[in-house]
C-alpha cells in the first residue's frame, strides 16, 4: 500500500501564480521527500525534510512538515510554464533507504 | 539524470521471454534501487540492494530478478513469471550521510512493452 497520498491529484494554475500541494502519509517517518517528473521522464529531487525539522526553502520551493497531523505541504511560488510536472511526495518511514511513494500531484501552469 | 544509465530506453517483449534492463551509476553510491511506474501511479519498489553482493525484495517482487556483482551496476531481470510487466521502470541510487539516507538519484527509464 501507498504511504503517501497527494492532494489535489492535479491542479491547474496561471504563470506567476503559487502553486500548493499537499502529502499525507500515515506511520512515522524518518524524512519525507519531493520529486518532481516531467512526463516520460526520470524524477528530479527536490527537497528532503528530517523528521526534526518543520520547513526547508530551496528557491521558489517551501516544504513544512507537520509530524503531529503527519503531513507535509510543497509551495511553489511564482510559478513558470516550467514547473509544469507531476509532484511526488516518498517517505523513508523505515530507515533502510527505501522510500514510499504517492500517487502525485499533476501540475500544469499556463502561459 | 545525474550520474545514472539505463538501456535501452524503450524495449519491446513478446510474451514468455526474459528480458534485462541495464541500471549503471558513477556517482559511488551504495545503495540501488528498481522502482515500477503504471500510469497515472506513483513509484513501487521491486528491489534495493545497499552494498554489493546483497539485495532485499520490495513491494512487488514477484515475477523479476536482480543481482548485484560490482558497486555500479544493478540490473533488473522481468521474468516470464511476471503476469503484467508492460510498464515505465525506473532505477536509482544514494548514499548515506550523517544525517541518515540522502536523497535518491534517478535514471531516465526504461518502457518496457510486452507485444
Known amino acids: 500500500s501507498q504511504q503517501g497520498e497527494e492532494d489535489p491529484q492535479a491542479l491547474s494554475i496561471q504563470e506567476g501564480e503559487n502553486a500548493t500541494m499537499n502529502c499525507s502519509y500515515k506511520t512515522s517517518i524518518n524524512n519525507l521527500q519531493w520529486y518532481r517528473q516531467n512526463s516520460g521522464r526520470g524524477l528530479v529531487h527536490l527537497i528532503l525534510?528530517?523528521?526534526?525539522?518543520r520547513e526547508k526553502h530551496s528557491g521558489r520551493l517551501r516544504v513544512t512538515l507537520d509530524t503531529s497531523k503527519k503531513s507535509s505541504s510543497l509551495l511553489i511560488t511564482a510559478s513558470r510554464a516550467a514547473d509544469t510536472a507531476s509532484y511526488f511526495c516518498?517517505?523513508?518511514?523505515?530507515?533502510?533507504?527505501?522510500?514510499?511513494f504517492g500517487k502525485g500531484t499533476m501540475l500544469l501552469v499556463s502561459p | 539524470d545525474g550520474g545514472i544509465t539505463q538501456s535501452p530506453k524503450y524495449l519491446f517483449r513478446k510474451e514468455g521471454q526474459n528480458v534485462t534492463l541495464s541500471c549503471e551509476q558513477n556517482l559511488n553510491h551504495d545503495a540501488m534501487y528498481w522502482y515500477r511506474q503504471d500510469p497515472g501511479q506513483g513509484l513501487r519498489l521491486i528491489y534495493y540492494s545497499q552494498i554489493v553482493n546483497d539485495f532485499q525484495k520490495g513491494d512487488i517482487a514477484e515475477g523479476y530478478s536482480v543481482s548485484r556483482e560490482k558497486k555500479e551496476s544493478f540490473p533488473l531481470t522481468v521474468t516470464s513469471a511476471q503476469k503484467n510487466p508492460t510498464a515505465f521502470y525506473l532505477c536509482a541510487s544514494s548514499t548515506r550521510g550523517a544525517g541518515g539516507w540522502n536523497e535518491q538519484f534517478f535514471g531516465p527509464g526504461t518502457r518496457l512493452t510486452v507485444l
Open positions: 516518498a517517505t523513508d518511514a523505515s530507515g533502510y533507504s527505501t522510500l514510499t
Open positions: 525534510i528530517r523528521s526534526n525539522e
